[in-house]
């Protein structure tokens, strides 16, 4: 009896002990990569983590940059979000199309007690560049409000032509996750993804400017089962029985 006590004991112990506790996780690397933009003209980095189109006026392109967060490995606590890198807008005075949308495909990498695992999951954006046309003054011209033969009265007034910076504007469409779960341990985790940092849409670069924003996510954990105590006394008393049986037949 005091063998099957230490037996069972002993295999709840080491049942137990393989039970990963859900966090601290490690977030161990970050990639990512632009796939399937919409439209644009002299479109180049697609599978890369910067993305350029339009036809430089002296400036350079417009585009996205994808930058991880570092330094690496990160401790993940619990499941707050937390920062996965930063989305950069190279917004500049370009000719031909833009791009109207692209997608930022993301991979993670995670570590615990001596388990790894990855997730990889897409944000989509829709991207407006809308053309410079806001009124801006360019120069003075004379009017005249008074003529004798010729104009000996009148005033100088601005010439406005719709040549000014707009904003640009990038928003989610949607975001959603292509690789969902993996486990660590006893662990399985969900990788939620969840938008722009500040719980926002969208943001506006103003023209010849970069403008940045962190990329939000989360993890979500659900533990698997572990076997129940008496679900482990009976396999102890099933191997007691299997070793007894061997002896008899010795």
Same mark, same amino acid.
């Given at each position: ?13 080491? $049942? ?80 031909? @199309? ?16 001596? @388990? ?74 969900? %990788? ?12 506006? $670069? ?27 006394? %009976? ?16």
């Amino acid at each position: 009896m005091n063998l099957m006590t230490k037996l069972v004991s002993g295999f709840a112990t080491l $049942t137990l002990s393989t039970a990963v506790m859900a966090f601290p996780v490690n977030l161990t690397s970050v990639s990512g990569s632009f796939e399937n933009a919409s439209g644009g003209t002299n479109v180049n980095g697609i599978g890369t983590s910067q993305i350029r189109w339009g036809n430089s006026t002296g400036y350079g392109q417009s585009g996205y940059n994808f930058n991880g967060t570092a330094p690496l490995p990160q401790s993940i606590l619990n499941n707050d979000p937390f920062t996965i890198g930063s989305l950069t807008h190279i917004n500049r005075p370009v000719t031909g @199309d833009s791009i109207t949308g692209v997608d930022l495909a993301i991979t993670l990498g995670f570590g615990a007690s001596g @388990d790894t695992g990855s997730s990889s999951g897409t944000f989509v954006f829709a991207h407006n560049e809308t053309p410079n046309i806001a009124p801006e003054v360019t120069g003075q011209e004379f009017v005249c409000t008074a003529w004798f033969i010729i104009c000996w009265d009148g005033y100088y007034a601005d010439i406005v032509e719709n040549v000014g910076d707009v904003d640009d504007q990038i928003w989610i469409l949607d975001q959603y996750v292509t690789s969902t779960s993996f486990q660590l341990g006893n662990n399985l985790y969900t %990788l939620a993804l969840l938008g722009f940092e500040g719980d926002i849409d969208t943001f506006l $670069t103003a023209e010849n400017t970069d403008t940045s924003i962190n990329l939000i996510t989360r993890l979500d954990v659900e533990a698997l089962p572990v076997p129940e105590p008496g679900t482990i006394a %009976l396999l102890g008393i099933g191997l007691l029985g299997l070793g007894a049986a061997r002896r008899r037949k010795a």
